[in-house]
């Protein structure tokens, strides 16, 4: 053989070293998401599913669980996808020959991001509606009872909806884009179909996005207020705890002795009372026991990163928007290639890739904060060790729709300036100024009104709360007196 077939030969070798390695790593980091996902979930199923005395119905739902862990599991890659992506560049950066970051290469992050972008639609438009129908199924009428006559039943069921879903998305692009280019287009089913019908479902997770983002930004401080510990001002505990237990006795005696009071009783509603006035006085006891450092610079401490955390969201967003009207560049596209260690995608280099990184994951968790914060979708809320299977499903879905969103939602309000990869950003939208524009002043002006609407409030809450005002007969700048049931919880 001739030195150029040994040089071909080389080449292929060391390009199939680097395939064989690619899909290790990608193997290794979905299994450990798989199984931290697994873990989560099975803390929050209902273990009475699971062990019914039907082994049909809990082989299905064993089915049905390992199915969300899948999809749960995507999800949570889709949230670390461009965290990662941008510290990746910055190590590449920093140590541009390092021997042990050889793996971390662009090659590895684009299959990543597509990876991601299969399994979101893998899991949205067949995984979660299989499961969904599998549960609810009971098979065919005069069929044999079983496993597989509802893995026929859901079949049947799934082709039926795809069949109506790609029937609606086809209609509707051919009325939107009445181009019989773009309609012949949508026949190529892998290359054009279903990256339009996901570019579809991300359209409506930004949207989610835009919704439950700033009403997450403003709860996240009452949250953070009920997990800390608030210091003390003007406020004595000592007396607080000696009414709540004077209370819970006085109730725990008419409830043992019904018979002295010649007034009819509500047990249920007694029982109700002194539940929540033990869960007062475990909180009680609970600010009593916490250290000075905790009472004093813990909770002031959150409540500052917090505020600072969203005061730069919206200072980000709002330089963008100047952005768009200036430079053609800052509107949100794609690259083909990942061409990692070459720049920085941040102006203060690595100190500002970390606090892009840290606002992508502060918006995710005040977007979850804020969808089940919702009135439409509190009630699909998780509950630990008693979710059913089809909330669970429910769960899993909308968590997957928020987070292949997250992308797209980070580059659009331009917090970090990586580009989307792979199918990301073949979406046509993201093109059109209108709605990049609109998008970002939509987001920027919900998230101040929000934050100033919610904030001002809670302030001005607590320190009337603190000094004892809200006791008042009268009613004090608007606040009136507060009930018996408000001063329980």
Request: hydrophobic share 50%; glycine share 6%.
């Amino acid at each position: 053989m001739e030195a150029a077939d040994y040089e071909v030969l080389s080449v292929r070798e060391q390009l199939f070293h680097e395939r064989v390695r690619e899909c290790i790593i990608s193997t290794l980091l979905f299994a450990t998401l798989y199984i931290l996902c697994h873990i989560a979930l099975t803390r929050f199923k209902k273990p009475a599913e699971f062990t019914t005395v039907d082994d049909e119905d809990a082989t299905v739902n064993k089915i049905a669980l390992e199915l969300c862990t899948f999809t749960l599991a995507v999800a949570l890659g889709a949230v670390l996808l461009l965290p990662f992506s941008i510290i990746s560049n910055e190590v590449l950066l920093s140590l541009p020959r390092n021997y042990y970051i050889q793996w971390l290469n662009g090659s590895l992050i684009h299959g990543l991001w597509n990876l991601v972008f299969l399994f979101s639609n893998l899991s949205l438009i067949f995984l979660m509606p299989f499961a969904y129908f599998f549960t609810e199924s009971e098979g065919f009428a005069g069929s044999r009872k079983g496993v597989l006559a509802r893995v026929y039943e859901t079949v049947v069921m799934l082709i039926l909806l795809t069949l109506l879903v790609l029937g609606m998305v086809w209609v509707a692009s051919a009325i939107v884009d009445n181009d019989k280019a773009s309609r012949e287009s949508l026949y190529d089913f892998w290359e054009y179909y279903l990256p339009y019908l996901y570019s579809c479902i991300s359209f409506l997770g930004v949207l989610l996005l835009l919704v439950c983002t700033p009403l997450g930004l403003a709860r996240m401080f009452s949250v953070t207020g009920k997990l800390l510990v608030k210091p003390r001002l003007l406020e004595d505990l000592e007396e607080q705890l000696h009414c709540s237990a004077f209370e819970e006795a006085a109730l725990t005696r008419r409830i043992c002795n019904p018979t002295s009071c010649w007034l009819p009783l509500d047990m249920e509603l007694l029982h109700r009372q002194v539940l929540a006035l033990q869960t007062q006085r475990v909180l009680l006891e609970k600010r009593r026991k916490a250290s000075a450092w905790q009472r004093n610079l813990g909770y002031p401490l959150a409540m500052l990163c917090l505020l600072i955390l969203t005061g730069l969201s919206v200072l980000i967003v709002a330089i963008h928007i100047l952005e768009l009207l200036i430079d053609e560049a800052a509107m949100p596209r794609g690259m083909q290639g990942a061409s990692l260690g070459q720049v920085s995608f941040s102006k203060l280099g690595s100190f500002g890739a970390v606090i892009q990184v840290v606002l992508i994951f502060y918006l995710m968790v005040s977007s979850v904060v804020g969808f089940y914060s919702s009135p439409l979708f509190r009630g699909l809320r998780p509950r630990w060790h008693d979710t059913a299977m089809t909330q669970i499903i429910g769960n899993c879905v909308c968590l997957l729709v928020l987070s292949s969103a997250l992308p797209v939602f980070s580059r659009t309000l331009g917090l970090t300036r990586f580009d989307l990869l792979g199918d990301f950003g073949r979406f046509n939208w993201l093109g059109n100024f209108y709605i990049v524009f609109l998008y970002n002043a939509a987001f920027a002006g919900l998230t101040t009104l929000c934050l100033v609407k919610t904030f001002t409030a809670a302030v001005r809450a607590e320190l009337i709360r603190a000094f004892g005002l809200d006791r008042l007969p009268l009613p004090v700048s608007g606040f009136p007196r507060a009930s018996r049931k408000t001063q329980h919880q």
